[in-house]
């Protein structure tokens, strides 16, 4: 019988619980002890293990954030950090450790797993900006998109009643998943992603085509669009139409956090359960994710960020959308 251990790392995502809740569940159905490891890597480090009973658990599935706390850890990025996370995991005599994490965390998982080959890593993709590469979908994005599009609803009555334009922002450091999500469910009448040059010419274009038909506007920007997010845009648009009132919402970590979606659950579900079920077969250093509803495994060493591909028929449907 192995002793398991799993950790939470990087931003928090909905889903992460339920997937917590399903790798614990695995592990006892298996016969395997599991450990939940504190505060990610850094609980690994800092050797804040604790055991994680079935029987204790209770019905986690519905909670958002993470019962086993995360972080961005410092001290495991360095090699005395990463042996002494090594020596803690051979104290708590855990041989296999399931890592949920984003793509740096995974790149971490790799490093690890690479200097500690002893040790079985699996790592579970999770990020609501769903920039992982190897996967279709990360724990956490399908909500983050369900609660950007409730709240753009709200935002668009505001805008409706008061024929405002409203440049929201949405997040996405590095991706326009949510923004281009987010923007063809609310009808939005321009999206800017950091994927597509459609900048300020776009967005000129849009407003004059928009405001001749004197219409109330909800502009979605992605956080990490290149126009600098939605005070710039807001500021260049002042002088574009200096007569209009101009709001800016930045919906910042509202996104991050709630109760998860079905899809999110049943994401987060499969992939912890497949996560065991692979240490089990002996599988290491990959990340378990799904493609077309099919368990994958990708080498760690190829977890790379995902950039959004648009398309030339998904710019055409933005294009129509806006239109
Ligand atoms: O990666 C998810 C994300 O929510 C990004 O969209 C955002 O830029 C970032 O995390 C914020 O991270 P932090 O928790 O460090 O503020």
Redesign the pocket.
Known sequence: MDKFAVLTS??DAPGLNACINAVVHASAFYGHEIMGVESGYEGLVKNHFFPLKLSELGNINALGGTILKTS?SESFQTKEGRKQAFENLRKNEVKKLIILG?DGSLTGAQIFSEEYPEIGIIGIPK???NDISGTEFAIGYDTALNTAVRAIDNIRDTATSHNRVFIVEV???DAGYIAYGTGLATGAEGILIPETNMDMVYLTGQIQKHIEKKKPLVIVVA?GDESGGAFSVSKKLKEIIPEREIRVSILGYI??GGAPSAFDRILATKFGVWAVQSLLEGKSNVMVSSISGKIKHTPLSQVQKRKMKISSSALEMLEICTF
């Open positions: 990087g931003g961005r984003g990020t609501i900006d997040m996405g450091r956080e996104q991050r």
